[in-house]
């Protein structure tokens, strides 16, 4: 009864096996996607528009990282846990990335930590993973830049796609054990999932990653507004959530709640 590690999801990538990943921000919702079998968590700095009603990922700290880490692996007993390192903790270089990643493995209890980029942060993914931190890399749209790069998919025309597949390899080279590829075309995805040995992990990436993920807010129609066209909604917990709040704000209203049974004697 031991987590995942990030071993099982290399081997899971030589037997051919696709593998899920949602995101989870707090110790009740991880609980739900543990016992669901979900075998890979992350902490995503997507917790910034989610959860903490920030406009973008940018204004995450490490701290705020830090506190729903620690409370998802809490939650949890069987998914390997990958905690987001927040913009700003990670950008000035791989002496800064490595203190910030250590205080999510070691105060939070993170398996394993991840960041955006490419080829400009190969340096940092050497450092931590030399120093026994596994890290997952994230090419293609990385939100974090947003100021810079919109939310657009990426990767589209020759030369842009020559990048793309650099930054996939840089990051393998650097020793990254898994590379999420957000909003690149189908069949750029396909393609760096067959030059890489790591897995890879689409969002908005087509069907031949090796892996998917999903923010799970979007995944289960809990998100307010429109969701990006590549999320598939499995439930519509917005809506359920609601209607419980109407129908229990009626009920004390008229009088109904608490009945009887509700009640002491
Ligand atoms: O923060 C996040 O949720 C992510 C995933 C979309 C990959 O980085
Ligand atoms: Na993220």
Same mark, same amino acid.
């Given at each position: 009864n031991r987590r995942v590690t990030v071993r099982d999801l290399g081997s899971a990538k030589e037997r051919g096996e696709r593998w899920p990943m949602l995101t989870a921000y707090d110790a009740m919702t991880a609980s739900v996607f543990d016992e669901a079998g979900i075998p890979v968590l992350l902490v995503g700095d997507s917790m910034g528009n989610c959860h903490l009603g920030y406009e973008t990922t940018v204004p995450v700290t490490l701290d705020e990282m830090t506190m729903l880490t620690a409370a998802v692996v809490r939650g949890t007993k069987r @998914? +390997?846990? %990958?905690?987001? +390192?927040?913009? !700003?903790?990670? *950008?000035? !270089?791989? %002496? *800064? @990335?490595?203190r910030s990643a250590t205080r999510l493995v070691k105060e939070a209890g993170a398996g394993a930590v991840k960041l955006e980029g490419g080829e400009r942060s190969a340096h940092q993914i050497e450092l931590m993973v030399q120093s026994g931190i596994p890290v997952m890399a994230h090419v293609g749209l990385t939100p974090q830049s947003v100021h810079a790069m919109g939310y657009r998919v990426q990767g589209r025309g020759e030369e842009a796609a020559q990048q793309l597949l650099r930054d996939a390899k840089s990051v393998q080279d650097a020793g990254a054990f898994a590379v999420v590829l957000e909003a690149v075309p189908a069949a750029l995805a396909a393609e760096v999932t067959r030059s890489l040995h790591v897995p890879t992990v689409g969002i908005g990436a087509g069907a031949d990653t090796d892996a998917q993920v999903l923010v799970w807010t979007d995944m289960a129609g809990m998100t307010a507004g429109r969701v990006p066209s590549f999320v598939k909604q499995y439930a519509q917990l917005r809506q359920t959530l609601g209607d419980a709040a109407k129908e229990f704000a009626q009920d004390v209203i008229a009088g109904d709640f608490p009945e009887e049974r509700h009640s002491f004697a």
């Open positions: @998914a +390997l846990i %990958v905690a987001d +390192l927040p913009f !700003g903790t990670y *950008q000035e !270089g791989p %002496v *800064q @990335a490595l």
